[in-house]
């Protein structure tokens, strides 16, 4: 069965970096985007963006552009975000999902997710 | 972008209840909607694609409907697992944006 699993929680100083992996199994892993979003507590869930785990072509959410990278590694199966120059607003549980394929609407529903991945920053 | 507006924000409810939770776009998605829910510290669980299509698994208690931007989840016989935060979401064009989330607690 389709599965995301996404890495332990993690404590950061203002400043630094973090990067939340999250491993696919039970599907084709270079068949499918992996979806980036994340909700900051009191807030709504937010897109990131996404990484094509093919060809590895991303997009970012202009919010996200110049701080967020998404990066994959086919052989390991696994899409990774790295979220740079961190700071309190970046406190926020981060979702990976999987962008699925309908005959409806084509590409673009989630049809599965990670378990999410607590990020506190934190002086 | 496209603003995501549910209603209720909460809503408590009996088991065997009818249960509605609405949602409206702030400009036309066609049937580029999706319903997904969210328990604490699971991984969140897609229900509704394309506005009304059911995801494989997903209980036939749980439906939707709408097109444009007025959309609808029934629960249609609420039970004791249905216990969850529901959100829309709309996958029509960039940046993909979410509803506000209805807590759902049972009564």
């Known amino acids: 069965q389709v599965q995301l699993v996404q890495s332990g929680a993690e404590m950061k100083r203002p400043g630094a970096s973090v990067k939340v992996s999250c491993k696919a199994s039970g599907y084709t892993f270079i068949s499918y985007a992996i979806h980036w979003v994340r909700q900051a507590p009191g807030q709504r869930l937010e897109w990131m963006g996404w990484i094509n785990a093919g060809n590895g072509n991303t997009k970012y959410s202009q919010n996200f552009q110049d701080r967020v990278t998404f990066t994959r590694d086919t052989s390991a199966t696994t899409a990774y975000v790295a979220v740079s120059s961190l700071s309190s607003e970046d406190t926020a549980v981060y979702f990976c999902a999987r962008e699925g394929y309908d005959t409806l609407t084509g590409w673009g529903n989630f049809d599965y997710w990670g378990q999410g991945t607590q990020v506190t920053v934190s002086s | 972008d496209i603003q995501m507006t549910q209603s209720p924000s909460s809503l408590s409810a009996s088991v065997g209840d009818r249960v509605t939770i609405t949602c409206r776009a702030s400009q036309g998605i066609s049937n580029y909607l999706a319903w997904f829910q969210r328990k604490p510290g699971k991984a969140p669980k897609s229900l509704i694609y394309?506005?009304?299509s059911l995801q494989s698994g997903v209980p036939s208690r749980f439906s939707g409907s709408g097109s444009g931007t007025d959309f609808t989840l029934t629960i249609s016989s609420l039970q004791p697992e249905d216990l969850a935060t529901y959100y829309c979401q709309q996958y029509n064009s960039y940046p993909f944006t979410f509803g506000q989330g209805t807590k759902l607690e049972i009564k």
């Open positions: 394309a506005a009304s």
